[in-house]
């Protein structure tokens, strides 16, 4: 999971952008055209910055022919944003993730994946073609996957937490030593998950529960904090934290007593996808974009080198043990993965967590 933490302000005005905006074409496919020669297309591809190889556009236009350019967003709401504001934003492929290429899908944005140009989707686990958010991947491929769970220094906490309780209600020793992430779905996924919820309720009672506890537990946290966390675990500054598994992993990479673990009561399954806009006039080079990196070797790079698992069943078992052995949230299986909840879209429902957020955040 990519640098998502946002201004309530600004979840609220995308929520709104995706539910009022317009859809166009049937994006079916309908308009590919198989034999075109993609040397002669250009393509833009929008990305989280530090997700990818630096020379990534460069091995792309190696193997294919085809200029590429990549530019960065920093979170899925930035190029949401653009997205929506334009009928032709001038991007090819967007990585976002999987909430958000549902929401995409939805408003008619997308274009509808030629299987046919993407035969290495055969490289990825079959469950991959399971997720609830694009069922059969008709307009997403995914590129990354994880959960979130609880990260922190057992020489620190003096114990090893088993349930999102320890955070939430912590004992007095952890007061003050303790963090949570404020990005909208993710501040409430802890409460909601402690007392029995799903991770997509949109249920008022429920939402008001987990807002209560919310509240009550923020007198005992060091901070609210999406990307730094782990640098608070390395300096002992905190000892107990919520965390993406792929950025807990930069922390044991500094200190390797640093620990994961997914509470008893469940969590989420996150995946970061891959898109192509129906506005693209270079489809066909951006479906041989997706099948590029769905080939083993391109996909490894993630897990290689950012420390998440990746969806690619071939890439992963091909992934050096001593990996996993330093890294052990990269041994987290599918079957396990799958135990959790995949995040969905809500639609207009997703004000709910906007407004539970903005108002857990602001109250002193």
Not at 200 to 206: G, H, L, V, Y
Not at 241 to 270: K, M, Q, S
Request: with cysteine; proline share 4%.
């Amino acid at each position: 999971m990519r640098r998502i933490s946002i201004a309530a302000a600004g979840t609220a005005a995308l929520a709104l952008a995706l539910t009022s905006c317009a859809g166009g074409d049937s994006g079916d496919g309908s308009d590919i055209d198989r034999t075109a020669d993609i040397s002669e297309q250009t393509l833009t591809v929008s990305i989280w910055a530090d997700y990818y190889p630096e020379d990534l556009a460069e091995q792309f236009e190696e193997a294919t022919g085809v200029k590429t350019t990549i530019v960065n967003h920093a979170t899925n709401e930035d190029v949401v944003a653009k997205l929506t504001a334009s009928s032709d934003p001038g991007i090819d492929v967007a990585f976002v993730s999987g909430q958000y290429a549902q929401a995409l899908a939805e408003q008619g944005l997308l274009q509808e994946l030629d299987k046919e140009l993407i035969p290495n989707e055969s490289n990825l686990y079959p469950e991959a073609m399971e997720l609830a958010y694009d069922e059969g991947n008709v307009y997403s491929e995914p590129y990354a996957w994880g959960t979130t769970g609880l990260c922190y220094r057992p020489d620190l906490t003096g114990f090893d937490p088993t349930s999102w309780n320890d955070l939430l209600n912590p004992v007095d020793e952890l007061v003050g030593k303790t963090t949570m992430l404020s990005t909208d779905r993710w501040l409430a996924l802890p409460a909601l998950k402690a007392a029995g919820y799903s991770v997509n309720t949109t249920d008022d009672a429920e939402l008001d529960d987990a807002k209560a506890q919310l509240l009550e537990t923020k007198p005992t946290l060091l901070a609210y904090d999406d990307t730094t966390f782990y640098s608070k675990l390395v300096s002992g500054e905190a000892a107990l934290v919520e965390a993406w598994d792929g950025w807990c992993n930069y922390g044991i990479a500094e200190n390797p007593d640093i620990t994961f673990v997914v509470p008893e009561e469940g969590a989420d399954l996150w995946v970061d996808t891959m898109t192509v806009l129906k506005s693209s006039e270079s489809k066909e080079a951006a479906m041989a974009f997706i099948n590029y990196i769905l080939d083993p070797e391109v996909q490894a790079w993630v897990a290689e080198n950012i420390l998440y698992k990746v969806p690619n069943q071939v890439a992963m078992e091909d992934l050096d043990p001593t990996l996993i052995e330093a890294y052990p949230t990269l041994g987290i299986t599918v079957d396990e993965l799958f135990e959790q909840e995949v995040i969905v879209d809500l639609g207009e429902d997703s004000l709910k967590y906007v407004d539970l957020n903005a108002e857990v955040l602001a109250t002193n």
